[in-house]
């Protein structure tokens, strides 16, 4: 299997580190991608990972600035992924790698760990399938939806 993880934060190299481990150890394929943001690139090398690409930074304080980083990132992603024939991309959070694998059609899963993440539950309404730990109740775009998957 060929798998695409992006990684934008320094915490998701924890996140993600033991499941590289697990995937390149049963044969998977796996390829990262990295946004060069406060520690993430250190953190990985730290970690025995490394970014096959780097890709954008972070956009400050401003939410124009931000704007502006996603829109690059995502047409820069998009043209990294294209073609490689990846199977599934993973993110904890990632704005753009969810709607980079979608426009490539690679069906993509990403997690988050803030249940008011206002556009993490607008990323997870124009989801095909959401699942959440039996633990958290149900949520809005729960009640709007019925694809929701218990788990």
Not at 33 to 50: K, M, P
């Amino acid at each position: 299997m060929k798998v695409w993880i992006d990684i934008t934060a320094p915490a998701h190299v924890l996140v993600f580190r033991p499941l590289v481990e697990i995937m390149r150890g049963r044969g998977d394929k796996v390829a990262i991608t990295a946004r060069d943001y406060a520690q993430t690139l250190e953190l990985l090398e730290l970690h025995g990972l490394e970014a096959d690409e780097v890709v954008g930074r972070h956009g400050g304080r401003s939410r124009l600035q931000k704007a502006r980083q996603m829109t690059n990132r995502l047409g820069a992603l998009r043209s990294w992924a294209r073609g490689r024939g990846f199977d599934v991309a993973l993110a904890h959070g990632s704005h753009e790698l969810t709607i980079s694998a979608r426009r490539l059609g690679v069906p993509s899963s990403t997690t988050f760990d803030y249940e008011f993440a206002a556009a993490a539950r607008r990323r997870g309404s124009s989801s095909r399938r959401r699942s959440r730990p039996s633990g958290c109740g149900p949520t809005a775009s729960d009640r709007r939806s019925s694809s929701s998957i218990p788990a």
